[in-house]
Nanobody
């Protein structure tokens, strides 16, 4: 398991934007797939978006057109740009990564071997 560190969460009004970051150490960890999940109290973690090492991306339907996942390999950082935020986007957001070369877009959460500690995003109406 490799440490992932999220940042960028906070409070914003409906319609606003936030950018989340997730830093990892690529000198010891080469992720084949990186993803963002979110979780609200009493619910399971919910897939938001993922990106493969060679670039393909995938989004949950409820964020398509509003969120953008990207990765800066030089900075060993995963990003999630969130625009048009809605109150229902309020959650703790987690980044996840796997080193498995068998990883694929849209694979289950169980396939990830590393998770961040989460960052709170709160959207008020």
């Amino acid at each position: 398991q490799v440490q992932l560190m999220e940042s960028g969460g906070g409070k914003v009004q409906s319609g606003g934007s936030l950018s989340l970051s997730c830093v990892y150490d690529e000198t010891i960890f080469t992720p084949y797939r990186l993803a963002w999940y979110r979780q609200t109290p009493g619910n399971q973690r919910e897939f938001v978006a993922d990106i493969m090492s060679d670039g393909p991306r995938n989004y949950a339907n409820f964020v398509k057109g509003r969120f953008t996942v990207s990765r800066d390999r030089a900075k060993s950082t995963l990003y999630l740009q969130m625009n048009g935020l809605k109150p229902k986007d309020t959650a703790v957001y987690y980044c996840a990564a796997t080193q498995s070369p068998l990883a694929y877009l849209g694979g289950p959460a169980a396939n990830f071997d590393s998770w961040g500690q989460g960052t709170q995003v709160t959207v008020s109406s």
